[in-house]
């Protein structure tokens, strides 16, 4: 029988994506936000470059930078530390 619920990812089960592009003052903000609360978590990381994925742009280009946690969207533009670091705990 299949449970009721699922449960949680630990954190280093997690996989946040930062979608960005080059010269972005706001993107290199996120990443610097992503590094810190990920690192400080063990959990992986990655980014990926608007300009170099279609899907990406046409989904994402009047809102990056986006977070993906898991691949689904967290936040755009500014990145908060504790809102990150809660959904990646909680």
Do not use: N, S
């Amino acid at each position: 029988m299949t449970p009721l619920f699922r449960r949680k990812a630990a954190p280093r089960e997690r996989l946040v994506t930062l979608v960005r592009k080059e010269g972005c003052h706001l993107c290199d903000d996120a990443q610097a936000v992503v590094e810190r609360v990920c690192g400080e978590l063990g959990v992986p990381w990655e980014h990926k470059d608007i300009g170099a994925d279609r899907e990406l742009y046409e989904r994402y280009w009047e809102q990056i930078p986006v977070v993906l946690v898991d691949g689904r969207q967290h936040t755009f533009w500014r990145v908060d530390p504790a809102r990150l670091r809660k959904e990646l705990t909680e």
